[in-house]
Nanobody, 118 residues
Framework: QVQLVESGGGLVQPGGSLRLSCAAS???????MGWYRQAPGKQRELVAA???????VYADSAKGRFTISRDNAKNMVYLQMNSPKPDGTAVYYC?????????????WGQGTQVTVST
């Protein structure tokens, strides 16, 4: 089992910046990690993901403004959000794919609220 705990959410103005962090703890080998978000009344969607080797992928909405990074030694993943937009208001969830033996399972954090507003 792996526990994921997000932090860093809050209120941010459009054009500002915010950094989300996610700490992973528990047993298993953590593979890809990522950030999803879910706005009220909408489906959960991918924001960005990063492989264990550090290769990132971004949703079109995040390209050029958000940066995902990770520290494998600390089992941390980060999302640097620059110039967020009001439609980025959502609960942001950290996720990790964890390998235990031959089993690969996804784990999710509880989420952190990000509100983009003046």
């Amino acid at each position: 089992q792996v526990q994921l705990v997000e932090s860093g959410g809050g209120l941010v103005q459009p054009g500002g910046s915010l950094r989300l962090s996610c700490a992973a703890s528990g047993s298993g080998s953590i593979k890809a990690m990522g950030w999803y978000r879910q706005a009220p009344g909408k489906q959960r969607e991918l924001v960005a993901a990063i492989t264990s080797g550090g290769s990132p992928v971004y949703a079109d909405s995040a390209k050029g403004r958000f940066t995902i990074s990770r520290d494998n030694a600390k089992n941390m993943v980060y999302l640097q959000m620059n110039s967020p937009k009001p439609d980025g208001t959502a609960v942001y969830y950290c996720t990790a794919d964890v390998a235990t033996g031959f089993l690969l399972q996804p784990f999710w954090g509880q989420g952190t609220q990000v509100t983009v507003s003046t």
